[in-house]
């Protein structure tokens, strides 16, 4: 196995994003965001931006997974090929990169565009994907590694509250290739059951990076147990 997969083996990975127009979208604090959760036990991190993964590359010596998000519909995680290239000249050991069945933006197939990512670059491809037959598809297009990141974001895949374990489980058995759980795992015992369930490693994002939505978690629940006021 590379040695980078191997190095994440049954490990947390942190995703460390911020969203367009929130207080936290910045290089700098990405980078500090990155150092902090490396602080507590992160064996790799996956982040979203150049800007991002130039700071957090020079700052960090952990896996790093890239991508950049371009658009908000449709195909936008690592949209085109040279998306891809570029997130792979920032250092990211790994391009993260959509590999749903949808049409991508420049017209390559997803075999197509993680040939020439090997060939240019050398870099491992983590194919995001939304269902079952999307997973099987980018392991025979050559992905390095799948992750479930896509689930419940594409208008075909099932949507839940929680992240799509039965999906996790149905791919690490079936696919040639290791399988990252990614998506809505808000908890550590989450966390542990995509590993049970044969996960190769998980990668978790808002719930510990993420203060608004996790702000917003626990501000409804006070509100719930609060009930209708006077
Ligand atoms: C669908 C999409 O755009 N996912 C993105 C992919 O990089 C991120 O916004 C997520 O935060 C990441 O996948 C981690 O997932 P969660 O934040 O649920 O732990």
């Not at 890239?66 to 290239?85: C, N, R, S, Y």
């Not at 990211?92 to 420049?106: I, M, Q, S």
């Not at 059951?193 to 629940?221: M, Q």
Request: glycine fraction near 12%; charge should be negative; hydrophobic fraction near 45%.
């Amino acid at each position: 196995m590379n040695p980078l997969l191997a190095a994440v083996r049954g490990r947390l990975i942190v995703s460390c994003q911020a969203y367009p127009g929130e207080p936290l979208r910045d290089p700098g604090t990405m980078c500090r965001m990155a150092r902090a959760v490396a602080a507590g036990g992160a064996a790799g991190i996956r982040a979203q931006g150049l800007d991002d993964l130039r700071l957090i590359r020079a700052a960090l010596d952990l896996p790093l997974i890239g991508l950049w998000k371009d658009g908000d519909g449709g195909v936008f995680i690592t949209p085109t090929l040279e998306h891809a290239l570029a997130v792979a000249e920032t250092g990211a050991d790994v391009v993260a990169l959509d590999a749903t069945g949808r049409p991508r933006p420049d017209g390559r197939t997803l075999a197509e565009t993680v040939r020439a990512v090997h060939e240019r670059t050398g870099r491992l491809v983590m194919a995001d994907v939304s269902t079952y037959e999307e997973g099987v598809a980018a392991a025979e297009a050559g992905a390095d590694v799948v992750g479930t990141t896509l689930a419940g974001y594409t208008p075909y895949s099932r949507t839940g509250p929680g992240p799509d374990l039965d999906l996790v489980a149905r791919l690490a058995r079936d696919l040639p290739v290791p399988v990252i759980a990614e998506g809505r795992i808000h908890t550590p015992g989450q966390a542990a059951e995509a590993l049970r369930r044969g996960a190769h490693a998980v990668v978790v994002g808002t719930a510990i990076t993420h203060p608004a939505s996790i702000t917003r978690w626990f501000a409804g629940a006070v509100a719930d147990a609060a009930g209708p006021g006077e």
